[in-house]
């Protein structure tokens, strides 16, 4: 089954502060989601990715930033984080169009 | 853009019976519809999906049903197991490449 390996699983910061979150797939997937999921809202798509050097804005960009810097690595970074940023980050990947999402474990961030 | 409701918040069912989730979408362009199961304090994994060229399709105890011309398509979970007891996302997308629009997902419970 395709891994996808994310880190930090759990992350604390203060508002303001600068975080990254790393996501890796060693699979050969071209295409790489960064999503929240909160209770209320379901999960939404914030940055996603074709390959890399390539990035496109999801539906709820704001506050976010996405890097693709190889085929295997996606970072979204919260670079003045804000409590209403406390989520659950989950990152997923397809190798192609209409082949089955992988999610990875997840990222829990707190923002104080 | 693509909205997708997702209709039963909870639904507890006595096990060997049927479950079913109903999901409703607004873009009569969207022809890919997965579900995806997430176990306590688990990331999402995939179940079953559907694509617009076909309205039934099944795998194991899970039936999936789509009607295009009403725009919903629905998940049966036939003789429920305690391991069925999950939250379940209904999505929906158009062009998979840019991501799914979930459901608020469903939270099932099977009791003895």
């Known amino acids: 089954e395709a891994a996808v390996t994310q880190s930090p699983r759990n992350k604390v910061t203060v508002t303001g502060g600068n975080v990254t979150l790393s996501c890796r797939q060693t699979?050969?997937?071209?295409?790489m989601y960064w999503y929240r999921q909160d209770t209320g809202h379901g999960l939404r798509l914030i940055h996603y990715s074709y390959g890399a050097g390539n990035l496109q804005i999801g539906d709820v960009p704001d506050g976010y930033k996405a890097t693709r810097t190889t085929q295997e690595d996606f970072f979204l970074l919260l670079e003045l984080a804000s409590p209403s940023q406390t989520s659950l980050y989950f990152c997923a990947s397809i190798r192609d169009r209409g082949n089955t999402l992988y999610f990875g474990a997840g990222t829990r961030l707190s923002v104080l | 853009g693509e909205k997708v409701e997702q209709h039963e918040s909870t639904l507890s069912v006595r096990e060997g019976d049927s479950a079913v989730i109903n999901c409703t979408y607004t873009d009569t362009a969207s022809s890919y519809f997965p579900w995806y199961k997430q176990e306590a304090g688990k990331s999402l994994h995939f179940v079953i999906d559907i694509r617009s060229n076909v309205d039934r399709k099944q795998s194991q105890r899970l039936i999936v049903l789509l009607d295009k011309k009403a725009k919903r398509f629905s998940l049966h979970i036939t003789a429920t197991q305690p391991e069925d007891s999950a939250i379940y996302f209904c999505a929906a997308s158009k062009d998979y490449a840019q991501g799914l629009t979930f459901g608020l997902g469903t939270r099932v419970s099977v009791f003895p």
């Open positions: 699979n050969s997937h071209n295409y």
